[in-house]
Structures are given as C-alpha cells and as structure tokens.
C-alpha cells in the first residue's frame, strides 16, 4: 500500500478516522475505551483532538480537548504525524528515533501500539 501524503495534519487525521471505524479488529481493541488524544504539531502549531468513544472515533476536532483522567498526548513535526497516520512510518521506531513523544500511561501505550499493529500491520 502507497501511503497518501495530505496537505494538512487535519485531513491526515480524518482520513484515519474512517480506517480506524472502519476496522472491527481495531473495534474488539477498544471496547470500554473513552479516550481523547491529542495530536500536536510542534513545527506547525497544528493542535488536533481525536475522540473515541463507544467503540469508535467520534470526531476529530480542532485544539486540545484533554481526557483530565486519562491524558494521552502525541507529540511530533507535522510530516512526522502525517507519515504515522497515513501509514508510512511506524510509530515505534518514530519513538525509537526521537521523532514522536508520547505521554500517557503505559496501558494506553500498550493499547496505542496493539491498534497500530492491527490497522497498519506494524
């Protein structure tokens, strides 16, 4: 698969919601999951919020929009964010190479990769 390149860390992001709703193995994953993730692009400010709830990605809105119980926050260039979410960079050697800063806890990380693993084969 030939990852798309977007414009935008926004259209990136929405274009994963629909892979992520799309997949039920992604579905089984996140059962009694409610999380808000925040995407931060450090180069561009871009800030996104993705939301999912009863079992899938709600929406995906614009700013920080913080789970206070259970913070989960990406951090990277937007090119960076881009690659990962279309596909084309695997989140654990993004972390690996200092290039994605994930803070959370370690169940959700945990969770983070077994959803990348499952959406993109990783």
């Known amino acids: 698969m030939t ?3 977007y414009a935008t860390l926004a259209d990136c992001l929405n274009a994963f919601q629909t892979t992520f709703n799309e997949n039920t193995r992604v579905q089984k994953l996140i059962k009694n999951w409610k999380r808000s993730i925040i995407v931060e692009a450090t180069d561009t400010g871009a800030v996104m919020t993705m939301v999912i ?30 690659r990962i979410f279309s596909g084309d960079y695997n989140p654990a050697h993004a972390l690996i190479d200092g290039a994605l800063a994930v803070f959370s806890n370690e169940k959700d990380k945990v969770k983070l990769e077994a959803i990348t693993m499952v959406i993109w084969g990783m």
């Open 3 to 5: 990852p798309v390149q």
């Open 53 to 82: 709830d009863d079992l899938k990605m709600q929406e995906v809105k614009e700013g920080a929009h913080e789970d206070s119980e259970y913070p989960v926050h990406l951090q990277g260039s937007q090119e960076t964010l881009i």
